[in-house]
């Protein structure tokens, strides 16, 4: 059995996804997903000029193989351009294999660990009450975990307040669009969105809350310790990923759980904060990490700490990668929980799926393979529109993370 050829695929059903199709001379055929949101056609060429060519003539049931060639054949490794083409062909090739089997993913996998994936949702508004109200909804339709970010007063669209009830795209302008931020309002605005969270709803829904990266280690501990009293499920992304050392002073500070890797190639990027037990959930992607074949390794390695997966699972995965996500996550043993952030009407129809939403969880198929596939003629209708995330400056100015 021979890879016979491959091909990308560009559409934008309310957002661009990019989209690898590879074809055996058997007839069957895979998909994998390749977005790198604001960065979709830099993943695009690497494939279509340095991948591509070199998967035609190999074996696609030689997965390892396959990937070691990608990463330690390139020599130059790691890095979101490189990690996100070699997931496509990953994802793709697992598509295949599961298909020839005649089983869903997950039984090549090991077998179902659990029935059904906990998954949290995103609630945001302008301010602490309009928050609380979408929390609400997210209560009534089910989910038993739900994220919440609200806007800071005198703070120009700060970050997690998108437009729509269920889902939303920051990647809506030509050019980078600028949003404001204002760590001391912040420090003081969060906990009182907490306080009136638990105070409507109590204890029994779990919430979540984003840092994106926005604070020193000090800030990010004081925050930690001010969320202590309302139980979160976790504070991600407290302080800069690219600085494990600095969840050394966060640890030492406050118990509130913390979660990372959204941003993380490869086993490396993790090594230190798994190792060292600075984190409490690891939330590298099938996408962002190198595929299922990757990202089973960052899992085993944080089993060994007890720290659970928490799956990256925004609207800049396309459904294909969110198919491959829910049976990597009923099959990994040390599953924490998947975030889901919703994907357009049109999104879901150029992606047809076979997971479903339940009480509160997604449950993946029963199709051979991921379960899903692309309606490349309906795709056609919707092509690539250049879209940037936003960038975030200080009152004076200054250039901060987004």
Not at 161 to 173: F, N, Q, S, T
Not at 225 to 237: G, S, T, V
Request: charged share 25%.
């Amino acid at each position: 059995m021979k890879i016979s050829g491959a091909r990308t695929i560009v559409c934008s059903p309310g957002r661009n996804f990019v989209t690898l199709r590879i074809e055996t001379d058997e007839g069957v055929h895979g998909i994998g997903d390749a977005t790198l949101n604001g960065r979709e056609l830099g993943v695009v060429a690497y494939l279509d000029e340095h991948v591509i060519p070199c998967l035609v003539g190999m074996d696609p049931r030689r997965i390892e193989d396959v990937w070691q060639y990608l990463y330690r054949g390139a020599y130059w490794r790691r890095g979101p351009v490189t990690m996100r083409a070699i997931a496509a062909v990953d994802m793709a090739l697992w598509d295949i294999k599961a298909k020839m089997a005649g089983m869903p993913l997950y039984q090549l996998l090991g077998g179902k660990s659990r029935e059904r994936v906990m998954v949290y949702g995103h609630a945001n508004g302008a301010d602490i009450a309009e928050t609380s109200d979408a929390v609400a909804r997210y209560i009534d339709l089910g989910y038993k975990a739900v994220r919440a970010q609200t806007g800071i007063p005198g703070v120009k669209d700060a970050y997690g307040v998108g437009r729509g009830a269920l889902y939303y795209e920051p990647a809506d302008a030509a050019l980078p669009s600028v949003t404001g931020w204002d760590t001391a309002k912040a420090l003081g605005e969060v906990p009182r969105l907490f306080e009136t969270l638990r105070a409507r709803f109590g204890f029994d829904v779990h919430l979540l809350h984003d840092g994106h990266h926005r604070y020193t280690p000090n800030e990010a501990a004081q925050l930690g310790k001010a969320l202590e009293p309302f139980r979160l499920f976790w504070l991600e992304d407290c302080t800069a990923a690219e600085n494990p050392e600095a969840f050394r002073t966060v640890r030492r500070h406050t118990t509130t759980p913390l979660a990372v890797g959204e941003v993380f190639n490869t086993i490396w990027d993790a090594q230190t904060l798994i190792q060292e037990q600075l984190i409490d959930y690891i939330r590298a992607t099938v996408l962002g990490a190198g595929g299922i074949t990757h990202l089973r390794r960052i899992a085993d390695l944080a089993s060994l700490y007890q720290i659970r997966t928490g799956c990256h699972g925004a609207t800049d995965l396309s459904p294909v990668t969110m198919g491959c996500a829910l049976h990597f996550d009923s099959w990994v043993p040390n599953f924490g929980i998947q975030e889901y952030m919703r994907h357009s009407e049109a999104s879901d129809e150029v992606f047809p799926h076979d997971y479903r939403f339940e009480d509160g969880h997604l449950i993946c198929g029963e199709t051979p393979g991921h379960g899903v596939e692309i309606d490349e003629k309906l795709a056609a209708r919707y092509p690539y529109r250049r879209a940037f995330l936003p960038v975030t400056r200080l009152a004076d100015g200054t250039l901060w993370n987004w």
